[in-house]
């Protein structure tokens, strides 16, 4: 019966032309053949048009929008895919061949669960190993309140849920959305996975969420928590974590403005997540936090 499986790969991309035609390649030289690739254009003012459209294969559809920020783009793609299972893959990032394949074997095993992820690893733009994601050890429901430990393009969904449930499209929130809609659907459904590495996360000097400042952030944070404060599902399952959230939001505030040349801000916002949660500043990203901060501080 998995056999009949038909997957959906949803692609949303913005002004990525010179990335965009390997992320479908990657998505096209699947070992698995029952599927389809949709990219959604969202707003792109390079040519990204003409880069998809040379690439011929009936797998493959293009639709371009107006730019409103990658969980619409996401939402869009879903809103025209006809899979079982909604996939979404990053336009710089890359699939492995056996990403579907494994997917389905999980799916046989798990007698087609409401949603599951595969793990990646990151590369260099060189496709140089660098690590490995992170290990999924224990319950994934709970993990995920200690921070987003998934990748997106690890993440498939049952196309009813994914209908259901969309991104939240508010572009303050943009870089946060994918974790937000991972602890509402965690609070409604078992999250499974395995450690099967099927994906790639590339590292380049482009990538959004290297590219941020305090201010948004701060918003990011805040409508993270209003938003998990007004899930009623969420707050009646999980709503005693949301200090843990929050300290994890914070913590991750300190760590980018101590990686952008910002230490005494890192400091700043580790002492505010120990605040909300004592336990985060054991976290490893709190020794990265000062790790930076003393680089600074002998430079």
Known sequence: MSNNIFFSIIIPTYNRSYLIGKAIHSALNQNYSSFEIIVVDDGSTDDTEAIVKEIKSEK?????????????????????????????????????????????????????PELFYLNYDIKDHQMKFLKKGTLIKGYLNRKLLKGNVVSCNGVFIKHEIAIRYPFNENRQLAATEDWLLWLQLASRYKFYFSNTVTSAIIQHDNRSVLNINEDSLLKRKNLLIQYLSEDSVFMHKYGSHLKAVEAHMLSYMGLHLAMSGRPLKGIYYLAKAGKKKIRELIHKRSLAIIKYALINAFA
Not at 71 to 83: I, P
Not at 87 to 99: A, C, E, G, I, M
């Open 60 to 112: 493959l559809f293009y639709f371009k929008k107006e730019n409103a920020e990658r969980g619409a783009a996401r939402n869009f793609g879903v809103q025209k895919s006809k899979g079982d299972y909604v996939n979404f893959l990053d336009s710089d990032d890359l699939l492995y061949p056996h990403h579907l394949s494994s997917a389905l074997k999980l799916i046989a095993e798990l007698n087609r």
